[in-house]
């Protein structure tokens, strides 16, 4: 029996001498972090308006003779540059520009209508991403018998894809009169453009 006892006592002995050992040699737990999402990307909502900007056209001429022209018409693609400046008060828009559009009209009298120029003044309201104007000024049409100066006027509506990318339509209605010199020698012009600008 004292066997038994000295026996069992050796064994409680040298388990508690071993306990303190393997609790020191275990490694302590590592924490992971939990990963965080980035921060969402900033939406554009569209705004300012000011600055220049550049870009480009394609759409329609259509030229209807008037008085010394009447019954002569006709209408083809057009292709331009344009180029000018806004100032965003706010709430409204102002600006002007300058554009160019190729013509190439073949005329059912033989005559064509190579080119136009126009001289812009605009203001319209800011909604935002979108900008609904009016615009009137001058414009030079340069035709095979002679060129005129007449004035346009018009509207379009332009939308902000991103903050420097603009896509645009534009109507404009113009009057020309006594084309070359000659008296009498008048013409209307309607012209609808797509346009694409960018904004500096």
Same mark, same amino acid.
């Given at each position: 029996?004292?066997?038994?006892?000295?026996?069992?006592?050796?064994?409680?002995?040298?388990?508690?001498?071993?306990?303190?050992?393997?609790?020191?040699?275990?490694?302590?737990?590592?924490?992971?972090?939990?990963?965080?999402?980035?921060?969402?990307?900033?939406?554009?909502?569209?705004?300012?308006?000011?600055g220049f900007y550049a870009g480009a056209q394609i759409g329609n001429l259509d030229v209807?003779?008037?008085?010394?022209? !009447? *019954?002569?018409?006709?209408? =083809? +693609?057009?292709? /331009?540059?344009?180029? @000018?400046?806004? %100032?965003?008060? $706010?709430?409204?828009?102002?600006?002007?520009?300058?554009?160019?559009?190729?013509?190439?009209?073949?005329?059912?009298?033989?005559?064509?209508?190579?080119?136009?120029?126009?001289?812009?003044?605009?203001?319209?309201?800011?909604?935002?991403?979108?900008?609904?104007?009016?615009? !009137? *000024?001058?414009?030079?049409? =340069? +035709?095979?018998? /002679?060129?005129?100066? @007449?004035?346009? %006027?018009?509207? $379009?509506?332009?939308?902000?894809?991103?903050?420097?990318?603009?896509?645009?339509?534009?109507?404009?209605?113009?009057?020309?009169?006594?084309?070359?010199g000659a008296a009498g020698v008048d013409a209307e012009a309607d012209t609808f453009?797509?346009?694409?600008?960018?904004?500096?």
């Open positions: 029996m004292k066997k038994i006892l000295s026996a069992a006592a050796a064994v409680t002995a040298t388990a508690l001498m071993t306990v303190p050992a393997f609790a020191g040699a275990l490694d302590e737990p590592v924490v992971t972090p939990v990963p965080t999402a980035p921060p969402p990307a900033p939406v554009y909502t569209g705004g300012d308006w000011t209807d003779g008037e008085n010394g022209l !009447a *019954g002569v018409g006709g209408d =083809d +693609t057009t292709y /331009g540059l344009h180029a @000018g400046y806004n %100032y965003d008060f $706010g709430t409204w828009v102002v600006g002007g520009e300058l554009d160019y559009d190729d013509a190439s009209v073949d005329l059912s009298n033989g005559a064509s209508v190579d080119s136009v120029w126009r001289a812009k003044l605009r203001g319209g309201y800011d909604f935002g991403r979108t900008l609904v104007y009016a615009t !009137a *000024g001058f414009a030079d049409l =340069d +035709t095979s018998v /002679g060129s005129d100066t @007449g004035e346009f %006027y018009g509207v $379009g509506v332009s939308y902000k894809a991103t903050e420097q990318f603009i896509v645009s339509g534009e109507y404009l209605m113009h009057d020309f009169s006594d084309i070359g453009t797509v346009r694409a600008s960018w904004q500096f």
